[in-house]
């Protein structure tokens, strides 16, 4: 059974940085896409970033990606999405995700795992 548990969201003023974490359990990760969405109340769940759990290809929501970032770490089975400049508009509950395909998408349909979400608050 594959697990996915985020952490780090909470409150954060207007131009400060979250650090996000995502720790996969469960199965080999090699050939999966981990991704990050998120969703605001009353909004359908957005594509934020996806990165392969192997190689060096990421990939992220053009409005984001001058202020986020995803990377990994292999030896802590962990996916980390690091967000700076962050403005009131990216509050929203964040999950993780996995996908086992070698393409990556930014449906939530092309994915088969969920986290169960962390909420990101950002005050103006």
């Known amino acids: 059974q594959v697990q996915l548990v985020e952490s780090g969201g909470g409150l954060v003023q207007a131009g400060g940085s979250l650090r996000l974490s995502c720790a996969a359990s469960g199965r080999t990760f090699s050939s999966y896409i981990m991704a990050w969405f998120r969703q605001a109340p009353g909004k359908e769940r957005e594509f934020v970033a996806a990165?392969?759990?192997?190689?060096?290809?990421?990939y992220l929501a053009a409005p984001l990606k001058d202020r986020f970032t995803i990377s990994r770490n292999n030896a802590k089975n962990t996916v980390s999405l690091q967000m700076n400049s962050l403005k009131p508009e990216d509050t929203a509950v964040y999950y993780c995700?996995?996908?086992?395909?070698?393409?990556?998408?930014?449906?939530?349909?092309?994915?088969?795992?969920w986290g169960q979400g962390t909420q990101v608050t950002v005050s103006s």
């Open positions: 995700a996995a996908a086992g395909s070698s393409s990556a998408s930014s449906l939530p349909e092309a994915y088969d795992y």
């Open positions: 990165i392969r759990w192997s190689g060096s290809s990421t």
